[in-house]
Structures are given as C-alpha cells and as structure tokens.
C-alpha cells in the first residue's frame, strides 16, 4: 500500500470512527466508497465505532482514578518491590493520558472540519462565493493538515 493511500486510510478511520458516513468520506477524501467499506469490513471499524461510547474525559478520569489507587495501594503494600516498580507503572499511565491528549486533539480538528464543511454546504446554497471548486480546495487542504497531524501529532 502506498504511502498516500495508508495516510488516506488513517484519516478513513478518523472520520468514520468520528461519525461520518461512508459516502462522505469517500467524497472527501477522492476515493470510492467501495473502498472504505473494505476498510471498515476488514479492520474491524464498526466495533471500534460503537466503543468510542466512552468520551474522553471519562476515559482520562479512570485513567487518573487508576492513577490514584494505584499509589494508594503500593504505599499501603509497604512492599520494597511494589514501591519500587511504582515509577515505571505510572510512566506508562502517563504515557497513556499524553497519547489520548494527542489524539482527541487531531479527532478535535476532524469534528470541527466536519462541521465547517456542513456549514459550508448549507451556505453555499444562498451565497454565491461558495463555489464547488472552493469546497475541494478548502477539503484539500483539510485533509493535507489532518494527514500532517497523523503523522506529528503533537505539533496540532
């Protein structure tokens, strides 16, 4: 699979995953939407969709109350080993947390690009200046920003 069409499938499953039919995301991204039924069917996506039920401040709280207990109960333990793995476990959580961080912050950007572009839709209805041909070039370099953040998200 070429590079292009590996980013075009992470940014698929982001929008998917974010809530948008297949069809639109075929129509955005330039590719059929056969294709992204492919996807969806041999990843597994549609499981991944119906997971995503848990928002992310839920998911970071438990993350943070995992946190919690587990200092609680290491120090209680007063168990040399236990206090002294203590560190490397809570490095990983951490590591955990920063990685959701980094990733709600590029679904951030594809749920308010989604929305412009519902904006966009609906306004060019009455206004002019909204051409298709600006639609594509703002689309285009939606997705050239989404695909960059994939790749580095931590400069969104």
């Given at each position: 699979m070429s590079k292009e069409t590996e980013q075009k499938k992470n940014i698929a499953r982001s929008l998917y995953l974010s809530g948008m039919e297949q069809?639109?995301?075929?129509d955005q991204l330039g590719i059929s939407r056969v294709t992204i039924s492919r996807w969806v069917n041999a990843e597994g996506?549609?499981?991944?969709?119906?997971a995503k039920n848990i928002t992310r401040p839920e998911l970071v709280n438990k993350l943070l109350?995992?946190?919690?207990?587990l200092i609680e109960?290491?120090?209680?333990?007063?168990?040399?080993?236990?206090?002294?793995?203590?560190?490397?476990?809570?490095?990983?959580?951490?590591?955990v947390v920063e990685k959701l961080d980094k990733k709600a912050n590029v679904v951030d950007a594809i749920e308010v690009f989604m929305a412009f572009n519902r904006w966009l839709q609906h306004n060019a209805e009455f206004d002019p200046e909204i051409t298709p041909e600006l639609?594509?070039?703002?689309?285009?370099y939606q997705n050239?920003?989404?695909?960059?953040?994939?790749?580095?998200?931590?400069e969104l």
């Open positions: 069809q639109e995301i075929a996506w549609k499981s991944q969709r119906a109350l995992s946190i919690d207990q109960t290491v120090n209680k333990s007063e168990d040399p080993s236990a206090i002294g793995s203590l560190a490397d476990k809570l490095s990983k959580l951490s590591a639609i594509k070039t703002i689309n285009k050239q920003f989404l695909t960059e953040k994939m790749t580095s998200p931590s």
